[in-house]
């Protein structure tokens, strides 16, 4: 049997990985200045890295690791499957086990007319493949001018050229000429940033309302689809008011254009519930899953559509899917740890005990000189960092200054918390205990100060003037 855990030396680790290995986000020649930290184990919540530093993974690897690390029971299902169907295809008239029964139990998991699902590689082959359903929908309904899709900025759908597409970020559009055309995105309803004067309430209002107005612009027979996180996730947890998702499901029940809720975070029990849509009580058309399906043990997503969009599209061939599209091993795993959250009450638990405990101690933070709001539901939660509470002021330094100076503080104390621009965010295993929410809160109160001192050394601690 080979295992890497005789391994080469920390430095020669590291100079090997800048030598050949390119990092996703990563500016390599910065990384390769700095270090990067080798990880060759892990436990539970816990990492291991190659020095034997034992590090609390304060995200579930990237928000996905929902069952935490090192559970038998999926490794040696995945042994299991590779030994006796490794992998077949099911493009040209065939499926097998693992397909069949991991299909029924997602559409057992998922909200009730959502009964179909196309298996995917990933979150962002999910987005991907339900752009291309949507569109299809509508032209086979005779409607082939419905294509537009309406996204948000700061939403993050991945990395593909559709899904950074629907993505919000402009520096991601930035490269490789993005985005496709027919999409267009609208504000996102983040009140610490965005909300002025406006109470929370108001201001999610006012930001759902821009969907109607926008549909209204286009035209209602240009639109395919609305798509969006029930909580923005690598924007920065972005909760939205209360206000602004039923307000939102309002205008998609007015107007006949579907619903995609990019559940690829949200879903399989970080927001206390099997999905974000029960949370936030949305009727989604069509679901995008991948991360917390598998717990990250394996690469596997969904697209997850309703009767009405299968019976339509079924009329016809559908040009798409991957060599991967609902691979043996991974199903397997995936429908094990669906089996393991589901018996061991592990999202029921987060929700009940855990989550509750996390948000006590995560709102004390707001106590903190640097922390303007800290906002948390389940397992998921952030804070935005600032100069000045009052007035919710930005620092003047350019955005993410002050966030990697928390983050750098946090990894060197044995934290991975991340940071989003000037916002701090967690997404812990749905597992994790009390216990060890105490020492997430004191490293991350200890990394906070240490990044004050930091920052105001450096004469970093300076409001942004407002913006007009
Ligand atoms: N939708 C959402 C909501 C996501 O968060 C994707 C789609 C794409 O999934 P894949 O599996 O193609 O990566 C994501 C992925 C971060 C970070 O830094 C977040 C994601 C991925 C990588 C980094 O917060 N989310």
Same mark, same amino acid.
């Given at each position: 049997m080979s295992h890497i855990s005789n391994h080469l030396p920390t430095a020669e680790l590291q100079a090997l990985d800048a030598a050949h290995h390119l990092h996703p986000f990563t500016a390599e020649r910065r990384l390769a200045e700095k270090g990067v930290r080798v990880i060759t184990r892990a436990q539970g919540v816990w990492l291991t890295d190659s020095d034997g530093q034992k590090i609390i993974d304060g995200m579930a690897g990237l928000w996905c690791v929902n069952i935490g690390y090192g559970r038998e029971e999926l490794a040696d299902i995945a042994a299991r499957q590779m030994r006796e169907l490794p992998f077949y295809n099911t493009f040209f008239q065939t499926t097998h086990l693992p397909a069949i029964s991991l299909a029924e139990k997602v559409c057992e998991k998922t909200p009730q007319n959502l009964n179909h699902v196309f298996f995917v590689g990933s979150g962002s082959e999910a987005i991907d493949t339900s752009i291309r359903m949507v569109r299809t929908y509508w032209a086979i309904r005779g409607y082939s001018e419905k294509k537009a899709i309406i996204s948000r900025k700061n939403a993050y759908h991945g990395s593909t050229v559709g899904a950074a597409s629907l993505g919000g970020m402009t520096s991601m559009h930035e490269q490789g000429d993005l985005p496709i055309p027919n999409v267009h995105h609208i504000n996102q309803p983040d009140w610490w940033?965005? /909300? *002025?004067?406006?109470?929370?309430?108001?201001?999610?209002?006012?930001?759902?309302?821009?969907?109607?107005?926008?549909?209204? !612009?286009? /035209?209602?027979?240009?639109?395919?689809?609305?798509?969006?996180?029930? %909580?923005?996730?690598?924007? *920065?947890?972005?909760?939205?008011?209360?206000?602004?998702?039923?307000?939102?499901?309002?205008?998609?029940?007015?107007?006949?254009?579907? $619903?995609?809720?990019?559940?690829?975070?949200?879903?399989?029990?970080?927001?206390?519930?099997?999905?974000?849509?029960?949370?936030? @009580?949305?009727?989604?058309?069509?679901?995008?899953?991948?991360?917390?399906?598998?717990?990250?043990?394996?690469?596997?997503? /969904?697209?997850?559509?309703?009767?009405?969009?299968? !019976?339509? $599209?079924?009329?016809?061939?559908?040009?798409? *899917?991957?060599?991967?599209?609902?691979?043996?091993?991974?199903?397997?795993?995936?429908?094990?740890?669906?089996?393991? $959250? &589901?018996?061991?009450?592990?999202?029921?638990?987060?929700?009940?005990?855990?989550?509750?405990?996390? @948000?006590?101690?995560? !709102?004390?933070? &707001?106590?903190?000189?640097?922390?303007? !709001?800290?906002? %948390?539901?389940?397992?998921?939660?952030?804070?935005?960092?600032?100069?000045?509470k009052e007035t919710r002021a930005k620092f003047a330094a350019a955005t993410g200054t002050s966030g990697e100076i928390v983050r750098d503080r946090c990894f060197a104390n044995n934290l991975v918390m991340r940071h989003v621009g000037d916002r701090m965010v967690i997404s812990p295993s749905l597992i994790i205990t009390p216990e060890e929410i105490d020492i997430v809160m004191s490293r991350a109160w200890q990394s906070l100060d240490e990044a004050e001192k930091i920052i105001k050394t450096r004469g970093l601690w300076k409001v942004a003037p407002p913006v007009c």
């Open positions: 940033s965005e /909300g *002025g004067d406006l109470s929370p309430a108001e201001f999610g209002w006012a930001r759902a309302q821009e969907l109607e107005r926008t549909i209204n !612009e286009l /035209g209602e027979d240009r639109i395919a689809a609305f798509v969006a996180e029930p %909580i923005q996730g690598a924007g *920065g947890a972005i909760i939205p008011p209360e206000t602004y998702w039923p307000e939102i499901q309002r205008i998609c029940d007015a107007y006949e254009i579907l $619903l995609i809720a990019d559940e690829v975070i949200c879903g399989f029990g970080r927001t206390g519930n099997w999905f974000g849509s029960e949370t936030f @009580k949305i009727k989604p058309d069509v679901m995008t899953i991948a991360k917390g399906l598998s717990s990250g043990y394996q690469p596997i997503g /969904g697209c997850v559509i309703s009767d009405d969009i299968a !019976e339509v $599209l079924g009329q016809q061939e559908f040009y798409h *899917g991957y060599t991967y599209s609902g691979h043996p091993v991974a199903a397997a795993v995936a429908l094990e740890n669906i089996r393991l $959250l &589901e018996e061991e009450n592990i999202i029921g638990r987060a929700a009940n005990v855990v989550a509750p405990y996390l @948000k006590e101690k995560w !709102e004390e933070l &707001e106590a903190h000189p640097m922390v303007g !709001e800290a906002r %948390i539901i389940g397992l998921i939660a952030s804070i935005a960092l600032t100069p000045d």
